[in-house]
Nanobody, 118 residues
Framework: QVQLEESGGGLVQPGGSLRLSCAAS????????MGWYRQAPEKQRELVAT???????NYADSVKGRFTISRDNTENTVYLQMNNLKPEDTAVYFC????????????WGQGTQVTVSS
């Protein structure tokens, strides 16, 4: 069992920045991949960014150059720095923990709301 707790969401004006954090606890074993996904109203949940234990990151095309994912393995925490936010970034952002060794483990946080509006 892995627990994920997100924080850092809120209301921001277009062009502003937010930094999301996700702290993992419980039965955590490396290597594991962590990531951020988002779900906007009337849309499916979609990938934002992922990062491996070794630090390899990938991003959705819509956020490349604006968002940066990072992790602190000592603290089992993943971050998402979001710059130059746009109204279309408005969504609930979910933290994800994924491990595929012997058995597949996939856990989700409860989500944090990000609203970009003037």
């Amino acid at each position: 069992q892995v627990q994920l707790e997100e924080s850092g969401g809120g209301l921001v004006q277009p062009g502003g920045s937010l930094r999301l954090s996700c702290a993992a606890s419980g039965s955590i074993s490396r290597p594991y991949t962590m990531g951020w996904y988002r779900q906007a109203p009337e849309k499916q949940r979609e990938l934002v960014a992922t990062i491996t234990s070794g630090g390899s990151a990938n991003y959705a095309d819509s956020v490349k150059g604006r968002f940066t994912i990072s992790r602190d393995n000592t603290e089992n925490t993943v971050y998402l720095q979001m710059n130059n936010l746009k109204p279309e970034d408005t969504a609930v952002y979910f933290c994800n923990y994924h491990r595929n060794m012997f058995t597949t483990m996939n856990y989700w946080g409860q989500g944090t709301q990000v609203t970009v509006s003037s």
